[in-house]
């Protein structure tokens, strides 16, 4: 007998009250907020079977809910700080066999370069022993295309022993961080082995206002031509205006020590 296809769901994580600049997810670009351009990109990956957010249960958030609510997006709402409970909640309440983490602040998110992550790691659980987690090569990618992928197994037993508070606020740390105990699959470069570089790196989340500020340019120019745009048509219009790769250039991604 044919083993049944995982449930596969991409569970994206959101809250009002970023430190940074609150709010940030409900900023508009080209006549739509960027969580609602966030979300329809996502729901567009291929090889997925559910689309979730998952945010807090604090008031403030209600926006977030009503907008996932309007596009007919599922909502988790959990815990503020342990954002790893919150996403097992999300994952036990969709049924998720395989989960995709993602973040809201991430609005040109590549609904093509996820469905790549998605079928190679289905490629990987074949294996003996089977993988149990992947990820988009963020060195070879501008930031804001990230994603990872892991079991719900793995996702429930890093929610059940984590205690790290830095593994409690960003989900899979418990994983990666432990070779000995999961099998990790070598993260996902681009396609034919080819990249962009971009000099002192590039970013294509939004954290500060000068990444709102490149992220809504994109937009305006990209989405009223092609919603559909992929990543490699942010590059071409950024080739074409190479003055726009100045515009968030000294704002540093945060990173876990």
């Known amino acids: ?23 940030k997810v409900l900023l508009e670009a080209a006549g739509k907020p960027l969580l609602v351009h966030h979300l329809e990109r996502l729901r567009r990956t ?38 790893l409970g919150r996403f097992a909640g999300a ?38 022993p089977p993988i149990d987690y992947r990820s988009i090569d963020v060195t070879l990618h501008p930031r804001g295309l990230d994603a990872e992928i892991l079991t719900r197994a793995a996702l429930d037993e890093a929610a059940r022993l984590a205690t790290d508070p830095d593994e409690r ?26 990249h962009v570089v971009f000099q002192g790196g590039h970013r294509w989340c939004v954290d500060e ?11 305006e120019t990209l989405y009223p ?12 219009i950024l080739a074409e205006h190479p003055d726009w790769m100045d515009i968030n250039r000294s704002i540093r991604q945060k990173t876990l020590h």
């Not at 769901?9 to 430190?19: G, P």
């Not at 995709?100 to 003996?128: N, Q, Y």
């Not at 899979?172 to 961080?177: A, I, N």
């Not at 031509?225 to 071409?236: A, E, H, S, Y």
């Open 209 to 219: 206002a000068a990444d709102y500020d490149l992220v809504r340019r994109l937009l």
């Open 91 to 128: 994952a036990a309440s969709a049924g998720a066999d395989i989960v995709v983490r993602v973040t809201s602040d991430c609005p040109l998110i590549d609904p093509d370069l996820i469905g790549a992550l998605v079928a190679a790691f289905l490629k990987g659980r074949e294996e003996t």
């Open 225 to 236: 031509v092609n919603p559909r745009f992929g990543w490699q048509d942010c590059c071409r």
């Open 1 to 23: 007998m044919t083993a049944a296809r995982p449930r596969i769901v991409a569970i994206s994580q959101a809250r009002m009250t970023s430190t940074r600049l609150p709010g």
């Open 46 to 83: 291929p090889g997925l079977d559910a689309v979730m957010l998952a945010t807090t249960v604090n008031a403030t958030d209600d926006p977030l809910v009503a907008c996932a609510g309007a596009l007919g997006v599922p909502v988790f709402r959990g815990d503020e700080q342990d954002v």
């Open 169 to 194: 606020e960003h989900v899979t740390p418990y994983v990666y961080r432990r070779p000995d105990r999961f099998r990790l699959g070598v993260p996902l470069a681009p396609a034919g082995g080819s």
